[in-house]
């Protein structure tokens, strides 16, 4: 029995539009089917009742004629009387077992009203038909007559009823159809607002209007949505007052140090100091990445602005390049993509020491570009490499002072991708080192002053 569950859930559709279509049609396709089925049945019972009246009647009067008529004639008179169900025959017919079909065993009763007490008679089952049977008549000259009957089970159907049952099973579906539709558009209009909860967690209110169900889901939904957005305000501002107003004791501990005469400990002060600047300017950095108002988007040469980061830092002698494709302007938020870019280029520059940026438009659509940056880094082990976007982590080999961090420049960068419209992933390369690649589609322009 779990083996058959099993393999039902398997063969179930995915979607809950189809899977309530597929039971709502079914179920009225099975209450069509009995119905017709018992509609049937009951027309044929009571043509068979109706037909069971007259042919007791009608038998009567032809054997009493038959019996009437001199020996000469009947031969001439038996296709005169014979009927759709049954005629008649000289002679003493064929043998065979009792009568015991439920069709044939109505009909027999209603003949045996009609020949007794007259006549005698048998009734024996024969071949051609579950229900065929012959009733054996002695006239009272002692001449035989056979009344060979093939009860119908029913009267004819129209050759229009399967179209009309198709007609109706068509209406049926497409009732069925508009039902579930309408009773998933709430889902649809649901996962739609749910989807545009964009990174910064800003409230996209639901439309509150339908049905009271609808209605009162939806007040919960865009109220879950108001917590939520306080919730994360709250948390960011306490994160960047934090972060600010560790600046100035940070800054008054910098000048202090500097008095200081030279020795190994002032500059281990001095780096620590640094690493508190860092941090606290990171934890701004990632509060305005997550709660800021998001830059305008707009058209820029992708090859420009990347060429442009490259010299910058080959002006400052980093170890920099970049590998152009020329193409079609591309809409976005330059600030945020510069941003993104500089944040991967430090974080290769800070562990390997150099880094390759290469860009890479698709051959089908001019609206999608991939960014690659690479270096021939260590790399990141395989299981910490969705990890270190997480805010604050650092893997082991990160935790000195030289390369720690903050473990704020990835969160941050993919915080910002999101706001792209992008997605940011890490991939170790085959040949070593890291690669964080950066694949952007193509946002909607603002609307012309």
């Not at 209450?31 to 068979?48: C, F, G, K, P, V």
């Not at 707009?298 to 080959?314: G, V």
């Not at 079609?328 to 390759?356: F, H, I, M, S």
């Not at 964080?436 to 012309?448: I, K, N, T």
Request: hydrophobic content about 45%; proline content about 7%.
């Amino acid at each position: 029995m779990s083996r058959v569950i099993a393999l039902l859930r398997r063969l179930a559709p995915a979607s809950l539009f189809t899977r309530l279509s597929f039971i709502l049609l079914a179920g009225l396709a099975a209450a069509q089917y009995l119905s017709a089925h018992l509609t049937i049945e009951e027309r044929n019972d009571a043509s068979m009742g109706a037909m069971i009246d007259y042919v007791e009647s009608d038998v009567r009067t032809a054997v009493a004629l038959i019996d009437r008529l001199p020996h000469a004639e009947r031969a001439a008179w038996l296709p005169r009387l014979a009927r759709g169900g049954y005629r008649f025959s000289s002679g003493t017919g064929s043998d065979g077992p009792p009568v015991r079909a439920p069709h044939s065993a109505r009909l027999l009763a209603s003949v045996t009203r009609a020949l007794t007490p007259g006549y005698a008679f048998t009734a024996r089952a024969v071949e051609g038909g579950p229900e065929r049977f012959q009733v054996h008549v002695q006239l009272s000259d002692g001449q035989p007559l056979t009344v060979d009957f093939r009860p119908r089970r029913g009267l004819p159907l129209s050759p229009r009823l399967p179209y009309m049952l198709a007609g109706q099973l068509a209406l049926v579906a497409l009732a069925c159809w508009l039902a579930v539709r309408l009773a998933i558009k709430p889902l649809r209009t649901l996962a739609q607002a749910a989807d545009a909860l964009g990174p910064d967690l800003r409230p996209v209110p639901m439309p509150e209007q339908g049905p009271s169900e609808v209605v009162r889901a939806a007040r919960a939904f865009n109220a879950m949505q108001r917590r939520i957005a306080a919730y994360v305000d709250e948390r960011l501002r306490i994160l960047a007052a934090i972060s600010h107003d560790l600046q100035t004791p940070i800054t008054r501990m910098r000048l202090r140090v500097d008095l200081m005469d030279e020795s190994p400990q002032q500059q281990r002060l001095i780096k620590d100091l640094q690493q508190l600047e860092d941090l606290a300017r990171q934890g701004i950095g990632y509060a305005r990445a997550m709660h800021g108002l998001l830059e305008p988007a707009r058209a820029i040469d992708p090859n420009d602005l990347l060429d442009a980061i490259t010299l910058d830092y080959r002006d400052s002698g980093a170890d920099v390049v970049f590998d152009s494709q020329p193409g079609e302007p591309l809409v976005t938020r330059p600030g945020a993509l510069r941003r993104v870019v500089t944040n991967l280029v430090d974080n290769c520059l800070k562990y390997a020491g150099q880094a390759r940026i290469v860009m890479e438009r698709s051959a089908e659509r001019e609206a999608l570009i991939t960014i690659r940056v690479l270096d021939q880094g260590p790399g990141i082990p395989e299981a910490a490499l969705e990890a270190v976007f997480e805010p604050f982590y650092r893997i082991e080999s990160s935790r000195n002072r030289d390369t720690g961090g903050t473990g704020l420049g990835l969160a941050i960068a993919r915080q910002l991708a999101l706001t792209l419209g992008g997605a940011l992933t890490l991939h170790n390369r085959p040949e070593g080192g890291l690669e964080a690649r950066l694949v952007l589609r193509a946002l909607e322009a603002p609307p012309a002053p």
